[in-house]
C-alpha cells in the first residue's frame, strides 16, 4: 500500500513511514481520474489543506470501488482516514477505517495492520482507550517496522491513560529494543513512553526523558506531541513537589496547544499515525490547552492574541 509520502503517524495522532511511503507496487496507475486524485489528496495533505483531502481521498475511494480494485481501496481508506484525523476529526476517521476495512476484506485482502494503526489512533484520540490497546497491539505483529513501532506508541498511550501497566510496559519494551539506527520521531516515542513506565518507580529519570521526548519534538516541528511530552514532564515534576517548574511546564505545554488550535495553526498538523513526523501531529483540541492551563494557574493563554484596541 502506497502512503502519504511524508509520513504515519498516528499521529496520533501517527506514522507508518508516511502516508506516502510505497510498500509495495503502485496500484490502480492505468486509471488516470484514481490517479489525480490521490496525487491531488497528496498535495492538499503537504499543504496542511486537510479538508480537500479528505474531498481528494474519498473520491479516490470511491473509484476504487468502481474498479473493485481492493488495493486501491486500501490506500485511499487509508490516506483519507489519516487526513481526518490531521483535519482533527478522529470520529470520521474512526468510520472510514472501518468502511475501509469491510471493502478490503470483501476484496481478499489479509494484511490489515496499517487499518488497525489509524483505527487504534481514531480510538486514542476519541478517548475509546480500551478499544485502541487491542488495535495497537495487533498493529504491532506488523512485519512493516514502521507501523509497529508507531503502534507501539500509540498502545503505550492508550495505556497510560487506561491504568493498564501490563500493556504500558509491553510498548516500552517494543520501544527499547527497535533496532539502530532510530529516527527521531522514534527516539522521542521511545522516551517518551519510557518516562511513562517509569514516572512512578523512578521519576527524576522518567522527568528527563519526559523532557527529551519534547526537545526530539521540538526539532522535528512535531508540536501537538511536543506539547504532550511537557505535559508528562509537568505532571512528574509536581508528583516530586517541585510545583514551580511543574507550572512552568504546564504554561508552555498549554500555551502552544492553545495556539495550535489557532487559524494560525492550518500548515502544522500530522496525524499519531505517522512516523516521520515533519510537520507536527494534528491539532490537538482547546481543551488540552484549558486543563494544562488550569494546572498552571494564572497565565496568559493566548498572549499574543489579536485584540481591538481602544478608540
Known amino acids: 500500500m502506497r502512503r502519504l509520502a511524508h509520513m504515519l503517524v498516528l499521529t496520533a495522532p501517527l506514522l507508518v513511514a508516511g502516508c506516502g511511503a510505497s510498500q509495495s507496487k503502485p496500484t490502480a496507475q492505468d486509471d488516470a481520474a484514481w490517479d489525480q486524485a490521490m496525487m491531488a489528496g497528496r498535495d492538499s495533505f503537504e499543504l496542511g489543506r486537510y479538508t480537500v483531502a479528505v474531498s481528494q481521498y474519498r ?36 468510520k472510514t477505517t472501518q468502511a475501509t476495512r469491510q471493502a478490503v476484506q470483501l476484496r481478499g485482502a489479509q494484511d490489515m495492520s496499517s487499518l488497525d494503526l489509524v483505527e487504534a489512533a481514531s480510538h486514542y484520540r476519541l478517548g475509546h482507550y480500551a478499544q485502541a490497546i487491542p488495535l495497537a497491539q495487533q498493529a ?23 491504568g493498564d501497566q501490563s500493556a504500558l510496559q509491553a ?27 517509569l514516572r512512578h518507580s523512578n521519576p527524576a529519570l522518567a522527568e528527563q526523558q519526559a523532557e527529551e521526548a519534547a526537545n526530539l519534538r521540538q526539532g522535528e516541528a512535531a508540536y501537538h506531541d511536543m506539547a504532550r511530552a511537557l505535559a508528562l514532564a509537568a505532571r512528574i515534576a509536581a508528583s516530586q513537589g517541585d510545583q514551580a517548574k511543574a507550572h512552568a511546564l504546564w504554561a508552555r505545554a498549554a500555551q502552544s496547544a492553545a495556539a495550535q488550535s489557532g487559524s494560525l495553526n492550518r500548515m502544522d498538523a500530522q496525524t499519531l499515525v505517522h512516523g516521520s ?31 481591538e484596541s481602544a478608540p
Open 277 to 307: 513526523l515533519t510537520k507536527g501531529n494534528a491539532t490537538p483540541p482547546a481543551d488540552d490547552a484549558r486543563a494544562w492551563a488550569r494546572s498552571a494557574g494564572d497565565i496568559v493563554l493566548r498572549p499574543f492574541a489579536e485584540t
Open 140 to 162: 504491532m505483529r506488523s512485519a512493516d517496522t514502521g507501523v509497529a513501532a508507531r503502534a507501539a506508541l500509540v498502545l503505550g498511550l492508550a495505556a497510560d491513560a487506561q
Open 59 to 94: 473520491k479516490a475511494a470511491n473509484l476504487a470501488i468502481v474498479r473493485d480494485d481492493g488495493a486501491a481501496v486500501a490506500e485511499a481508506g487509508y490516506d483519507l482516514a489519516v487526513s481526518q484525523l490531521a483535519a482533527n476529526a478522529p470520529d470520521d476517521a474512526l
Open 171 to 197: 510498548a516500552g519494551a517494543y520501544l527499547s529494543v527497535l533496532k539502530q539506527p532510530l529516527s527521531v520521531a522514534q527516539q522521542a516515542d521511545r522516551a517518551e513512553i519510557q518516562a511513562r513506565v
